[in-house]
């Protein structure tokens, strides 16, 4: 487990001011856009939106930053659900990453509606600190669409939106179970990544009754290939982890199925890990392939990187919520799952928290249960906090030179590490 600790003496270090001053500055925004807060948090939470759908998000969101005096980019980068609001000039520019997708047939069951809250909640504090202040900074709000499925932070990051980040922050719920006890979270998460890719197999069409043998099985191919990769299951390592599911298995008993496609996921702790275990999953399907004579072609579809968070924000977070008396756990353990915001702490210095929901037995992420908990006060009220603490941090690295410096040299050496195990 990875130890946290950081050499500042306070969680909010604001030359010529009074660190207390600022905290108050923070909080009393943040609680002041209560209302505007908790009804964007439900209309996001009644209107699940899937990957790249998210109209209503995007609207409701830019219409309220609108409505509050920002500037905003609507479907920014190209992308027809992002936005980018900013506020300030010069010096270091931190950004929040606010997501609002959600899954097919059970909603928010992942609680997004409370990433998006606390994202623009902590905007709004670093905004209101930056406005009584003097300093130089920016403070930027990127709307992410599709994490769930289509890799939004990826295209986001091709088009450049995180060129010029110093720090970007979001945090993420999770059932409170899966914490220890008498924390509100954890700061310090890594996370495993995923390569997901589209194998098709094709045959030939024939009567299943009158000429079988005319035919080639592309089910068959299928079926093999699925059971070829349960039995690898048995090989892999106890982090690892592959998921398919058949898309395309025929249409009518009585026709040899001449066209069959399937989605697999395959996740490991490096992005270099999971292509290693795609590659024996694929050795499955070419196996099926060659036995029932059908041909395979493969789409590779995005990839998630492993998320690696900055130690000197994680630290600092620490800090700034026990100061709030909101205490998290510096430390948990690699979760089995995957984010595209992996994919920006590869490019720029990333925080990616987790806070725990209260939930009822078995309402773990990803299940209807959870998407109930996602929706009750008590999870927004949560998600302020984590605001709260995010803002904290985000005003700390634009104003503190030595926060900032510290960033920068845990994401060089991070860089470092991860380009040594490559060789």
Not at 186 to 203: C, D, E, L, Q
Not at 209 to 238: E, F, H, K
Request: a negative charge; glycine letters at 10%.
């Amino acid at each position: 487990m990875t130890q946290i600790t950081s050499n500042l003496s306070s969680p909010l270090q604001a030359p010529g001011q009074q660190a207390g001053c600022t905290l108050d500055v923070i909080v009393h925004a943040i609680d002041a856009h209560d209302k505007e807060l908790q009804l964007i948090n439900e209309q996001i939470h009644k209107n699940p939106e899937l990957a790249f759908e998210e109209f209503k998000a995007h609207d409701n969101i830019t219409t309220l930053l609108e409505d509050l005096g920002f500037s905003v980019t609507k479907h920014a980068y190209g992308l027809a659900t992002a936005f980018v609001a900013e506020y300030g000039s010069g010096g270091r520019v931190v950004a929040f990453n606010a997501e609002y997708d959600a899954l097919p047939g059970i909603g928010h069951a992942c609680g997004h509606n409370l990433i998006a809250t606390s994202s623009i909640g902590a905007f709004l504090g670093v905004v209101a600190a930056l406005k009584a202040s003097t300093l130089p900074g920016r403070v930027r709000l990127i709307g992410t669409p599709a994490e769930e499925d289509g890799g939004g932070k990826i295209k986001l990051i091709e088009a450049g939106a995180y060129e010029d980040v110093d720090a970007c922050l979001m945090v993420h719920p999770a059932a409170h179970k899966r914490f220890p006890d008498g924390v509100t979270g954890v700061s310090y998460v890594t996370s495993n990544a995923i390569v997901k890719f589209r194998a098709r197999f094709t045959g030939k069409p024939a009567h299943a009754a009158g000429a079988p043998w005319q035919g080639i099985n592309t089910l068959d191919a299928v079926c093999l290939s699925y059971n070829g990769v349960s039995m690898l299951r048995q090989q892999i390592q106890p982090h690892e982890r592959i998921h398919g599911v058949i898309v395309e298995g025929g249409t009518k008993p009585n026709v040899i199925t001449a066209s069959g496609t399937v989605d697999y996921f395959c996740r490991s702790t490096s992005l270099e890990e999971a292509e290693a275990l795609k590659d024996r999953v694929i050795k499955c399907f070419d196996g099926a392939a060659i036995a029932t004579g059908c041909s395979v072609e493969y789409e590779t579809r995005e990839a998630y990187a492993d998320l690696r968070p900055n130690k000197a924000l994680c630290a600092n977070y620490d800090s700034a919520m026990a100061t709030l008396g909101f205490p998290v756990a510096s430390s948990g353990a690699t979760q089995p799952g995957s984010t595209d915001m992996g994919n920006v702490t590869y490019v720029c210095p990333g925080f990616h928290g987790g806070f725990a929901v209260p939930a009822d037995p078995g309402a773990f992420n990803h299940t209807p249960s959870f998407t109930k908990a996602a929706g009750t006060s008590k999870a927004y009220e949560l998600a302020l906090n984590t605001a709260k603490g995010m803002a904290v941090v985000g005003w700390n690295v634009l104003s503190d030179d030595s926060l900032a410096e510290g960033v920068r040299n845990d994401f060089e050496e991070d860089k470092k590490m991860r380009e040594s195990s490559r060789r």
